[in-house]
């Protein structure tokens, strides 16, 4: 990601529903898989805001990620982010370190995919949890995407068999921001067709504070569905895997 798109995503995530929805997301499955805390591992943990929240849960955290910026913005938080280039498809742990690992909207950051996830089964734990988010659908790659840093967006069917691949245990797969699909296509193709300016998603669009309160209502509906069933569609997908 952009060394300097992490200062605005420090100075929104606090409060974005995005990322309450996401965050919240991953502490309810969390909960469902390992109902007492333990240690666990951020890998691209960015700001290190999921940490945070963790490490009041009563987990042990720790993250990794390879951008300065982010670990600099981690320390604010009181978490400990070491400088790992992820790229490299190795991780400085040994064998069986951790209870779980998480990597938020990171795999489609590295080409090699399979290479760090087949990593995390390494570092964690017999019977322990990997749970992962990335951005669905390839045909909605856009300009956002590409000031991110991927290299792709997913289908279901291809996140599945890089599961496969890596040699972990499918314990649950979901897309999530399904109420936000249909609006995001209408907005990426309103700015591709008027050729608008194309700017960081990161920051706050007028009107923002009048949706809020709707989008987060949703968030909970969501959240609240995924408890007994999965979404069959969204802008991102959702995966929790077991090392066997």
């Not at 670990?71 to 040994?94: D, E, Q």
């Amino acid at each position: 990601m952009r060394q300097d798109l992490y200062p605005e995503l420090f100075a929104v995530e606090d409060n974005h529903w995005w990322h309450q929805h996401k965050r919240a997301l991953v502490r309810q499955w969390l909960k469902v898989c390992l109902p007492r805390p333990g240690r666990i591992i951020d890998v691209g943990s960015g700001t290190g805001k999921i940490l945070e929240e963790l490490k009041h849960e009563g987990w042990e955290v720790l993250g990794v990620d390879g951008a300065r910026e982010a670990i600099n913005l981690s320390r604010k938080r009181g978490v400990t982010v070491k400088k790992v280039n992820l790229s490299k498809s190795r991780l400085p742990f040994p064998a069986n370190s951790f209870n779980a690992a998480i990597s938020l909207d990171t795999l489609e950051h590295l080409e090699d995919d399979l290479g760090i996830l087949k990593e995390m089964r390494r570092i964690v734990k017999k019977g322990g949890i990997i749970l992962i988010t990335v951005p669905a659908h390839p045909w909605l790659f856009s300009y956002w995407d590409k000031m991110l840093g991927h290299f792709r967006r997913y289908k279901k069917s291809d996140l599945l068999k890089l599961c496969q691949r890596s040699g972990l245990k499918l314990v649950n797969i979901s897309y999530l921001f399904s109420f936000l699909l249909i609006p995001v296509i209408v907005i990426r193709l309103f700015k591709k067709t008027l050729r608008l300016q194309e700017v960081s998603d990161f920051t706050d669009t007028p009107g923002f504070t009048l949706v809020m309160l709707p989008l987060q209502i949703m968030g909970f509906m969501e959240r609240t569905w995924l408890k007994y069933a999965r979404v069959p569609l969204g802008l991102s997908l959702i995966c929790v895997l077991k090392k066997k």
